[in-house]
């Protein structure tokens, strides 16, 4: 956390590192619903080709990030903090594995998992992604309407938890396929694919 003087995360990155993984986490944090303040790098005043940070200065064989979810004397912080920090630290988590190219899958809980609606998202699109019914997320959610809001948290049904895979440059179905023990043909039918051909961020379902 941050003391005092200001609103919303940061995220700091070292000077050797290039701003790509801070910005992933930033973004991730602000798709969680806490106010992005900025994501930087600090110099120490003394020394400005050295990091103000011992986190990031004394560990030359890593990519440090410090982040800061928010600011211990602004209330609209503390309120954020208190309702959806797990969800900020889970945004988090899902930007490390996207950038590690590692596979991620949504944290669960004893119900089921839950979704964050996010721009351009759909009932329709939702079920889909997850392999269930509307109606099963409409009577879980107690929903009055199909309308969705952004940052909306969807339970999903605890019986539908693919693995979700954002595919990376260099990506192909076979190599996926390969990595996950299954065939390209079991891929390209759940995903309702018609060709082989990928885009980077695109997403997909791996069969169990």
């Given at each position: 956390?941050?003391?005092?003087?200001?609103?919303?995360?940061?995220?700091?990155?070292?000077?050797?590192?290039?701003?790509?993984?801070?910005?992933?986490?930033?973004?991730?944090?602000e798709?969680?619903?806490?106010?992005?303040?900025?994501?930087?790098?600090?110099?120490?005043?003394?020394?400005?080709?050295?990091?103000?940070?011992?986190?990031?200065?004394?560990?030359?064989?890593?990519?440090?990030?410090?982040?800061?979810?928010?600011?211990?004397?602004?209330?609209?912080?503390?309120?954020?903090?208190?309702?959806?920090?797990?969800?900020?630290?889970?945004?988090?988590?899902?930007?490390?594995?996207?950038?590690?190219?590692t596979?991620y899958?949504?944290?669960?809980?004893?119900?089921?998992?839950?979704?964050?609606?996010?721009k351009?998202?759909?009932?329709?699109?939702?079920a889909k992604?997850?392999?269930?019914?509307?109606?099963?997320?409409i009577?879980?959610?107690?929903?009055?309407?199909?309308?969705?809001?952004?940052?909306?948290?969807?339970?999903?049904?605890?019986?539908?938890?693919?693995?979700?895979?954002?595919?990376?440059?260099?990506?192909?179905?076979?190599?996926?396929?390969?990595?996950?023990?299954?065939?390209?043909?079991?891929?390209?039918?759940?995903?309702?694919l018609?060709?082989?051909?990928?885009?980077?961020?695109?997403?997909?379902?791996?069969?169990?």
């Amino acid at each position: 956390m941050n003391p005092s003087g200001g609103e919303g995360a940061e995220v700091v990155y070292a000077l050797r590192d290039n701003s790509t993984l801070a910005g992933l986490i930033f973004d991730n944090i602000e798709k969680s619903g806490q106010v992005g303040y900025k994501y930087y790098q600090r110099r120490l005043p003394e020394n400005p080709i050295q990091d103000y940070y011992f986190i990031h200065r004394d560990t030359k064989n890593l990519q440090p990030i410090l982040i800061e979810y928010g600011y211990l004397d602004n209330e609209n912080d503390a309120e954020r903090i208190n309702d959806n920090l797990l969800n900020y630290v889970e945004g988090v988590v899902e930007a490390v594995a996207n950038y590690t190219n590692t596979p991620y899958q949504p944290l669960n809980s004893t119900n089921g998992q839950y979704y964050t609606v996010e721009k351009g998202d759909s009932l329709w699109n939702i079920a889909k992604r997850f392999g269930v019914l509307i109606q099963d997320l409409i009577d879980i959610n107690n929903l009055a309407n199909i309308d969705l809001q952004i940052g909306q948290q969807l339970l999903i049904p605890s019986d539908a938890t693919p693995t979700i895979y954002t595919v990376q440059k260099g990506d192909s179905l076979w190599n996926i396929a390969k990595r996950y023990n299954t065939t390209v043909d079991k891929i390209k039918e759940l995903n309702n694919l018609e060709s082989n051909n990928l885009s980077i961020n695109q997403q997909l379902q791996i069969p169990n």
